[in-house]
T-cell receptor, first 113, second 113 residues
């Protein structure tokens, strides 16, 4: 079993839809949870960052962490064609020295105009 | 402020050759991490350098090596290339090695024939 599992996709939705992206993990030591967005032929860019359990909202994006279920989600409201990209979840147990990110494989989202 | 710069952008090599990839981090960032991205395995951590010292290493063979210079620029080297080394190699920097807030370059696409 991989440490981080992410729905493989791809996912296609109409413009304006609510999108739900999910990851599960097996390592209970993970405390830092991130979502990265990667456009074609570009490197990933940090979209959301949360520590421990709870919700975090930033504009149309909401990140949710449920450590008891080892489950994280990213919700995108009023999705736009510009949201079409690959979304990767990432997590780490520590920060600073000896920390490293473990990524999900990513899911490709396409928002149809 | 300039982002993370990786050169070259594309590279084609043949089996058995070696290759050196270069990364210039964001000014002021002292930590540089390298990741390999493939469709099958996703993003996998190679190693991290901080103030010219390798601080963390992933599960890759010794053919993969790296170094960091006093100006924080980093290089990674892959010797005796194999077909399976074909991938997008991504460099990421952070100010103090807090790996949960990485800034990625656009990557070097390596094709091994």
């Amino acid at each position: 079993q991989k440490e981080v599992e992410q729905d493989p996709g791809p996912l296609s939705v109409p413009e304006g839809a609510i999108v739900s992206l999910n990851c599960t993990y097996s390592n209970s030591a993970f405390q830092y949870f991130m979502w990265y967005r990667q456009y074609s032929r570009k490197g990933p860019e940090l979209l959301m960052y949360t520590y421990s359990s709870g919700n975090k909202e930033d504009g149309r994006f909401t990140a949710q962490v449920d450590k008891s279920s080892k489950y994280i989600s990213l919700f995108i409201r009023d999705s736009q064609p510009s949201d079409s990209a690959t979304y990767l979840c990432a997590m780490s147990a520590h920060t600073g020295a000896n920390s490293k990110l473990t990524f999900g494989k990513g899911i490709t989202l396409s928002v149809r105009p | 402020k300039a982002g993370v710069t990786q050169t070259p952008r594309y590279l084609i090599k043949t089996r058995g050759q070696q290759v050196t990839l270069s990364c210039s981090p964001i000014s002021g960032h002292r930590s540089v991490s390298w990741y390999q991205q493939t469709p099958g395995q996703g993003l996998q951590f190679l190693f991290e350098y901080f103030s010219e010292t390798q601080r963390n290493k992933g599960n890759f063979p010794g053919r993969f090596s790296g170094r960091q210079f006093s100006n924080s620029r980093s290089e990674m080297n892959v010797s005796t290339l194999e077909l399976g080394d074909s991938a997008l190699y991504l460099c990421a920097s952070s100010r103090d090695g807090a790996n949960e807030k990485l800034f990625f370059g656009s990557g070097t696409q390596l094709s091994v024939l």
